[in-house]
C-alpha cells in the first residue's frame, strides 16, 4: 500500500517559481516510477515529469528547462521545483507512483492505474 500525501503550490506572478513536495509512504513495494503530472478542469491530463528507481528523468517539452524533478531518497519525498511560471501552467497538480520502472515517462506516470496524491492547485497571474 502506498500514500501520497502533497504540500506546497499555490498563486505566483508570471516568471515566478514555486515548489511542489510529495511525501512518499510506501510499505509493500518501492515504486519503480514517480512523478508529477496536471490537469485543468475540462482537459486531458498532462505528464509532466517521472524519474525511474534508477534516477533518471524524463520531462515533457513544455517544462523542460523550467521544471526539475528531483527525489530526497532519505525522507521519500519527491519534489517538483517550477521556475518562470506562465499562467498556461495554472492546473491541479498531482504527483503519481508505479510499480513498475520499465514504462516510466511523462506520459505513463498519469494512467489512473498508478497511485495519485490528493492534489494541489496552482495559479500563475499575469
Known amino acids: 500500500q502506498v500514500q501520497l500525501v502533497q504540500s506546497g503550490g499555490g498563486s505566483v506572478q508570471a516568471g515566478g517559481s514555486l515548489r511542489l513536495s510529495c511525501a512518499v509512504s510506501a510499505y509493500t513495494y518501492t515504486p519503480g516510477c514517480m512523478g508529477w503530472f496536471r490537469q485543468v478542469t475540462g482537459e486531458e491530463r498532462e505528464g509532466l515529469a517521472a524519474m525511474n528507481i534508477g534516477g533518471r528523468r524524463f520531462y515533457t517539452e513544455s517544462v523542460m528547462g523550467r521544471f526539475t524533478l528531483s527525489r530526497d531518497n532519505a525522507k521519500n519525498i519527491l519534489y517538483l521545483q517550477m521556475d518562470n511560471l506562465e499562467p498556461e501552467d495554472s492546473a491541479m497538480y498531482y504527483c503519481?507512483?508505479?510499480?513498475?520502472?520499465?514504462?516510466?515517462?511523462?506520459?505513463?506516470?498519469?494512467?489512473?492505474?498508478?497511485?495519485w496524491g490528493q492534489g494541489t492547485q496552482v495559479t500563475v497571474s499575469s
Open positions: 503519481a507512483v508505479a510499480l513498475d520502472g520499465v514504462n516510466c515517462s511523462p506520459t505513463f506516470i498519469t494512467s489512473e492505474n498508478n497511485v
